[in-house]
């Protein structure tokens, strides 16, 4: 469904990605995994048009997107939840979803993924005519994941979904992610860095160190590896 | 009422209108900084452009083409908004700042030289749109022109209100205005945004060129210098980015100055705005209605 191929990526004189390819089915979860700084962020963010790769392409439903503009993967059917949640803190949450849902315009339809979006996060509906910017991190996690979700994504991007959550938050937002993929059969591509969760939920998955990818493969295996295990389960 | 009542009373409601024009003219500076941190140092000769436009109008269509003016004014304007973004700042979009600031600055001379080359450097006696009538309450004096003025300032205001507070595009513009790569990642298209931005913007002040020539009777292809320079300091005054902040920065500012040349003396004019400028510097820098307060993580 997705598949990047050979991506060449440069911050100034930085290689950021090396020769990274991977692919993801549909249906599938998978989880790309390694340290800071490692060019897990980066990979998404050329995905979804935001940077720009030196080579190398990425392809999305048979149609080579790597030049297409951010607003136009979009339309096409790629969500990004970026890492930092990045929501439009100084307007409502009511608001940040609509702007969610910036492609859509059928009424109905927005207004019926609303309500989806309050009854998958009920505290989001609490607070729907609050500043986002005054919402825990939880929360502000969760309104991003709704965000993406509004404008009906058949794959998603998640960029560390766990960053700076207390544990248990973490594991109600990976019990959600799991839920969009069964219920909605949304298409999930993780970066994290919490590795435990994200191999326990992913089918497969791809460990990224300094812009390469030096291992794959079924994300139990993964999870097993005792080089993954020492390097980032703790283990 | 007293003769001092009455005379305050004229002072305010001259301000007021001419604080209203500064506002019109102070919400282009503020959108812009918004959207894409730049000062448009040529949005002072947009308005001007947009004062030209509205005497060609008239020269064509006759004194009383008031509403065809305007919107005429306003069309090209965005339109001449719109080609300035294009070609000057877009492709410095991400140089440093100062190379789009030096620009706007060029861009600025060019139209005011582009202008004179065309009408020479002299006052232009601006057609008279509107008969005068003069209304007194209580002994204050309030034109007819007075009142059209005011009012269509108020509707644009208004309207640019309901546009960025209800709309999808303005949602939009919030959204760019406060993290593009965000708003890329919900569809929007950031440089339609940015167009758009530019467009209202140079509308608005368009509206004000016309507004003051119709006050004051005159224009020149200079006029754009001192009242863009007021208006971007009654922006910086209501908290640069913030648009009620421009609202209201207009207002105070046209109210200080109609005093201090009331009160005071008229050759201060000029030199309120600045001395308005280093007390909010000192007091409050961020502005009335701050917006850019918290770094963003």
Known sequence: MLEIKNLDVYYGAIHALDHVSLSVQQGEIVSLIGANGAGKSTTLRTISGLIRAKKGEVIFEGQSIAKTPPHKIVEMGIGHVPEGRRVFARMSVEENLELGAYIRSDKAGIKSSMQEVYDRFPRLFERRKQKAGTLSGGEQQMLAIGRALMSKPRVLLLDEPSMGLAPLLVKEIFNIVEEINRDQGVTILLVEQNAHMALSVASRGYVLETGRIVLEGAAKDLAANPEVQKAYLGA | ?297
């Open chain 2, 1 to 297: 009422m007293s003769e001092a009542l009455v005379n305050f009373l004229q002072q305010l409601v001259n301000g007021l209108q001419l604080g209203s024009i500064y506002a019109l003219i102070a919400l282009g500076y503020t959108m812009v900084y918004g959207i894409i941190r730049l000062i448009n140092f040529a949005h002072g000769d947009v308005y001007m452009v947009g004062a030209f436009i509205g005497f060609f109008v008239a020269g064509w269509l006759g004194e009383a083409a008031i509403i065809p003016a305007l919107l005429l004014a306003m069309i090209g304007a965005a339109l001449l908004g719109v080609t300035i973004e294009r070609l000057a700042y877009r492709p410095l979009r991400s140089a440093p700042r100062l190379a789009a600031l030096t620009t706007a600055i060029g861009i600025s001379l060019l139209l005011e030289n582009l202008v004179r080359l065309y009408v020479g450097p002299n006052f232009l006696a601006y057609p008279e749109m509107i008969k005068r009538v003069n209304h007194y309450f209580g002994g204050v004096l309030i034109s007819n022109v007075y009142m059209i003025v005011f009012g269509t300032a108020i509707v644009l205001m208004a309207g640019l209100q309901y546009i960025v507070v209800k709309t999808k595009a303005g949602k939009a513009m919030r959204a760019v205005a406060f993290d593009k790569d965000a708003a890329r990642l919900m569809g929007i298209n950031v440089d339609g945004i940015i167009s758009l931005t530019f467009a209202l913007g140079s509308a608005l002040a368009a509206a004000a060129g016309i507004l003051v020539g119709i006050t004051y009777g005159r224009i020149d292809p200079y006029m754009g210098i001192i009242p863009g320079l007021k208006a971007f300091v009654a922006a910086v005054i209501g908290g640069i980015g913030s648009i009620p902040g421009a609202m209201v920065g207009g207002l105070v500012m046209g109210i200080a100055e109609q005093m201090v040349v009331g009160y005071i003396s008229s050759s201060l004019r000029d030199a309120v705005a600045f001395f308005l400028l280093i007390i909010i510097l000192l007091i409050k820098p961020t502005g009335l209605f701050a917006e850019f307060t918290q770094e963003k993580v």
